[in-house]
């Protein structure tokens, strides 16, 4: 018991763990007097809370916990979380025991049980969430993380047994891949229903939206990666969906671009958008998605129309410049390294980009934590360790495929006919930290490389080892498999490597994948992936206020140093420079056969001609893919009455290019408004119609969403409209924030009865939400109170009859007025927020807003929520 004390996780790594992966029991009547359980202190339908405490007393049903702060709360057992498994050294004898359960032999068995220990004590191997929850928990759990499943039948019947087998897969906790180049275009001919169809992208719409269900009724959001390739006639159509609200809202988006493509985008070429003859007797029976293999049986192909391959790759940059998406994967490359190539292409990723798949292939997850790995007698790698880790844990991850229950028999033909496996890392920041290598410097990219060099070599070596014991995987082909880019490039560098595999075989098609793992990696305390630690101090809220505090090895740190700045080492994702992050991204991908999920941040006034460079420099280092984050979306101020071309562009209000008719009929379409008869009669008299010029300013103030641009237009010396930028395109903070500016801006622009303006001020100031920031007058609530704010900043501007403001009449103009100076502010919201990012987003788990786009994807700094699991 002492020894399950001290290795008792604490604070958000206890409430991670407790939550989403130690073991429970169902039966929350079997809770006493001393148990460590979840308890619900907030039971709201969207955003629970649960917090940790330890039972203290129990009559019948009620219950009294004593919560983690040390506050007392009485509950009743339905509302308890009661775990059977409290320590992380409970969960390790079980996985391990599952896990070497399929061991052929008692001492075989009790052999890996003990190695099994081994690499998951202190955490040196970190399995996959699912592994963690479900090894020997329910029989119903996968212990795969995500899976890819055929391109939709192009009918009906075909596109529901997908949604089907969408539905299936997320219900039991793993996320879905869907390429969607099967489905033909929109308005091609349908002769079944004699009509046209909708194309491909609404079919995604229909994924997109089964996929929120999931999100909302079931314990594991569900997750989805919709792809499509560069030559459907759809293609645009899919790059540009998410700027129009609603259609695609709960999947990730990338385009498989080929290496033709690439091409013809360097020459400035044309680009031809084809598909299938649907008139072909053979289109039903042998079309699946893959164009090359249709033209190879001589099928014909029909033109659709012909682009320039720059308009479309410009359309796919300006895109992600927006709003982070879409990503891009370089699909023709990939399968050109791919060990499947011969048997099996890769036909999408799984929700978070790391792992490339054929149809119905699954992700198999765990990641090194390298942070153990730091020899301080020896100021290196504790490279002896390091290796035999990673040699057990091959066989770890090959022994979950014959674990783990199968759903799909396609399933368990594919993953027993190939036994891909993922190994990855997390720690690398914190490792690198210990070492004092700046990440994204020379050095480290050096580094970087003997790293990953080393751990692919173990790996590949320990799966031939493997195969010598229980047979290479079915599909093997050693000439074959020998001849992908993947392993030409690893056993040029490490040739022990193919004599190991000409020896003995190979066990498994793939070994390495790096994966976010940012629950895991939260919970153990890391850095996450391969990824710079986001921020190293953040404010956490108690009863006692906002606290600063650092992550551990800054905090470390600080204590041995006080009064001192970091040093250049403790480098954060933001700091670095977007080309770095690229360039750490291909080192490491020369040693990871599967692939990468990684973000480049870049800082808000990043470019879209910086974007495109940062996405072909990704295509000429040899990455299979990219995906930027921008931090914020057009927030640059204008400051000068430049032409009208340059406003457009740069200015941080969206221009209303519609009539007011047009905002109306959406306000009524979004919000449901029901006006009766006898208003609407009246309406259009009341409402101030806006002219073509408005003199206004706009204000920046910080928010516990990040930094809000309010722009407050007059007319006729009174305020008419607001315009609210908060977030990135895409985000639900921008959503919501634009819909606060229509609605501000149709209220003052109907009527002419009292001082709208201090009766909009009066409703929305005070408003609060998950946290605040700022102290005293400079306090802000929230998004709302803000606005509250900027109104009464504005009605003092005018009062003083400010020059700067008010710079012209004869040009629509905004000048920047800086509300607070929040030098001393706390960025963002209650709880857990980092100070390195000026745009967050909502947690759909917690509701606050914490959510941050790293790795490829999302993950909540509050609560540890992660949309890739």
């Not at 090194?368 to 020896?378: E, I, M, Q």
């Not at 609605?743 to 009865?753: E, I, M």
Request: hydrophobic content about 35%; aromatic content about 8%.
């Amino acid at each position: 018991m002492e020894t399950a004390q001290l290795k008792r996780l604490n604070g958000l790594s206890e409430k991670i763990f407790l939550d989403r992966y130690a073991l429970k029991d169902a039966d929350t009547n079997n809770t006493k007097v001393g148990d460590t359980v979840l308890v619900l202190t907030k039971d709201d339908p969207k955003f629970p809370t649960k917090e940790v405490g330890e039972v203290i007393d129990r009559k019948g049903k009620q219950v009294s916990v004593r919560l983690r702060s040390g506050e007392i709360v009485e509950s009743h057992i339905e509302k308890l979380t009661l775990n059977i498994e409290q320590t992380p050294e409970q969960l390790w004898d079980r996985v391990a025991g599952a896990m070497a359960s399929v061991e052929a032999t008692p001492d075989k068995k009790q052999e890996w049980t003990d190695k099994f220990r081994y690499i998951l004590n202190d955490w040196k191997l970190v399995p996959g969430g699912r592994i963690a929850a479900g090894a020997d928990a329910n029989d119903e759990l996968t212990l795969f993380n995500c899976y890819v499943i055929p391109s939709p039948h192009d009918s009906r019947g075909g596109i529901m047994n997908t949604l089907t087998e969408m539905t299936e897969i997320m219900s039991r906790g793993g996320g879905v891949g869907i390429n969607l180049s099967s489905l033909r275009p929109r308005r091609s001919i349908v002769k079944g229903v004699n009509g046209s169809s909708s194309g491909a992208v609404s079919w995604g719409g229909l994924f997109s939206y089964t996929t929120g269900l999931i999100e909302q009724g079931g314990s594991r959001r569900g997750a989805l990666m919709l792809m499509i390739n560069d030559w459907h006639p759809d293609v645009v159509d899919f790059i540009t969906v998410k700027q129009t609200m609603g259609q695609i809202t709960n999947a990730n988006l990338s385009v498989c671009v080929s290496n033709g493509f690439m091409k013809a985008v360097k020459e400035d070429l044309d680009w031809e958008l084809v598909f299938p003859d649907t008139t072909d007797p053979d289109y039903n029976d042998q079309w699946d998605g893959n164009l090359d293999a249709w033209k190879a049986k001589g099928k014909e192909v029909k033109h659709y129309r012909t682009v320039k391959a720059r308009d479309v790759w410009h359309t796919i940059i300006e895109s992600a410049w927006k709003s982070a998406e879409p990503g891009v994967v370089f699909m023709e490359y990939y399968n050109q390294m791919s060990n499947s190539w011969y048997y099996n292409p890769i036909i999408c990723t799984n929700p978070c980009g790391e792992q490339g798949l054929p149809g119905w292939g699954v992700c198999n997850l765990s990641a090194v934590n390298l942070s153990r790995f730091y020899d301080a007698k020896n100021h290196d790698v504790d490279w002896e360790d390091l290796g035999k880790v990673v040699r057990y844990s091959v066989r770890f991850l090959d022994n979950v495929i014959d674990k783990t229950p199968y759903h799909f028999e396609e399933n368990r033909e594919n993953q027993q006919g190939e036994r891909r496996v993922g190994l990855g890392t997390m720690g690398l920041a914190e490792l690198m930290i210990k070492l004092q290598i700046r990440y994204g410097s020379p050095e480290s990219m050096v580094f970087l490389d003997k790293l990953y060099g080393f751990m692919a070599k173990e790996a590949y070596i320990a799966s031939a080892e493997i195969a010598g014991e229980k047979g290479s995987f079915p599909h093997y082909i050693e000439d074959k498999f020998m001849q992908s880019g993947f392993m030409k490039n690893i056993v040029e560098a490490y040739p022990e490597v193919g004599a190991a595999i000409h020896e003995h075989g190979m066990r498994n098609v793939t070994v390495i994948t790096q994966a976010p793992t940012g629950s895991t990696g939260t919970m153990v305390g890391t850095s996450t992936g391969i990824e710079p630690y986001f921020a190293f101090e953040y404010f956490r809220q108690s009863r006692l206020g906002f606290d600063k505090q650092y992550v551990p090895i800054a905090q470390e740190w600080k204590d041995a140093n006080p009064d001192q700045e970091l040093p250049d080492y403790f480098v954060t994702a933001m700091d670095l420079a977007a080309e770095d992050h690229i360039r750490a991204q291909a080192v490491i991908q020369r040693w990871v056969d599967s692939s990468i999920s990684k973000t480049a941040n870049c800082p808000a006034d990043f470019t879209v001609e910086d974007t495109k460079r940062l996405y072909e420099l990704a295509f000429e280092l040899g990455c299979k893919g990219v995906t930027i984050y921008r931090d914020g979306s057009r927030d640059v101020q204008v400051l000068s009455t430049s032409d009208k071309k340059e406003e457009k562009k740069n200015e941080p209000v969206a221009e209303d290019k519609s009539s007011d008719d047009d905002v109306l009929a959406g306000l009524n379409e979004t919000l449901k408004v029901n006006v009766k008869p006898e208003v609407e009669k009246t309406f259009d008299k009341q409402y101030k119609r806006r002219p073509q010029i408005l003199q206004g300013a706009t204000y920046k103030i910080n928010t516990p969403f990040g930094m809000a641009y309010i722009t407050i237009n007059d007319m006729n010396g009174t305020p008419s409209e607001i315009f609210l930028n908060v977030g990135k395109a895409g985000s639900d903070v921008f959503a919501m924030s634009e819909a606060l500016g229509r609605v501000c801006s149709l209220f003052l622009r109907y009527g002419d009865h009292g001082n709208k303006v201090a009766l909009l001020v009066k409703h929305l100031k005070g408003i609060g939400g998950s946290g605040a920031i700022g102290f005293g007058a400079n306090r802000v609530e929230s998004i709302a109170d803000a606005v509250a704010k900027a109104l009464e900043l504005h009605d003092e501007a005018y009062s003083e009859n400010h020059a700067e403001v008010y710079l012209s009449a004869t040009k629509e103009v905004t000048a920047t007025v800086e509300a607070s100076d929040h030098a001393e502010g706390h960025a963002a919201a209650a709880n857990y927020t980092s100070t390195a990012s000026g745009t967050l987003d909502l947690c759909p788990s917690c509701g606050s807003a914490s959510l941050v786009n790293t790795e490829g994807c999302k993950s909540c700094t509050s609560c540890g929520y992660s949309k890739c699991g």
